[in-house]
């Protein structure tokens, strides 16, 4: 099956080099590495029974977020070096043709992305709110408030990012963008 590419998607996959594709493998890495870190670091405290605080959850959740996003873009690297995408052929028949791992690759790095955002929000909106409460550290209202208030943020960054990437995969608007395989 031939294509036509009248979008410059094929000069744009020739200007991808060798060392972008290093960079972004180095940079996934070192990712998934701290991200691992953060992991041992909080799986220790949880081994222990110790008190894990609230802001090192909300990073753990971050880390989460962040780790998937981190495989889904080496996972990308991986199957532009050692597969056939550098052809702006196979780039546009990933995405006519729906290839799963394109459209896997696309769900879990839109999906992961939207929640790093929003665990990031999270976090910047959770220090905004706590310089201004004023309820004494370990009051009945403040602890109330910390439940109510990983409730919502769980729901913000998991299910509004899940139902957005999940409406498109209905869609069939998921693989590659035509930009880079």
Request: charged share 15%; with cysteine; hydrophobic share 45%.
């Amino acid at each position: 099956m031939t294509f036509n590419v009248t979008n410059g998607t094929g000069e744009y996959i020739k200007k991808v080099t060798d060392v972008d594709i290093a960079v972004t493998i180095t940079t996934s890495s070192l990712s998934i590495i701290g991200a691992v870190i953060i992991f041992i670091n909080i799986g220790r405290k949880f081994y222990r029974v110790e008190q894990i605080s609230d802001p090192m959850k909300r990073l753990f959740y971050l880390t989460i977020a962040e780790i998937f996003t981190a495989i889904g873009y080496l996972f990308g690297a991986a199957r532009f070096l050692y597969g056939d995408d550098l052809s702006p052929e196979k780039v546009l028949a990933c995405h006519v043709e729906n290839d799963f791992g394109c459209t896997a690759q696309s769900f879990l790095t839109t999906v992961s992305s939207m929640s790093s955002f929003w665990w990031t929000s999270i976090i910047a909106f959770h220090l905004l709110w706590n310089s201004t409460n004023k309820d004494p550290p370990g009051s009945v209202n403040q602890s109330e408030h910390v439940r109510i208030q990983m409730f919502v943020y769980h729901i913000l960054s998991w299910t509004i990012p899940g139902g957005i990437t999940i409406t498109a995969l209905a869609k069939g608007i998921l693989g590659s963008d035509l930009s880079v395989g």
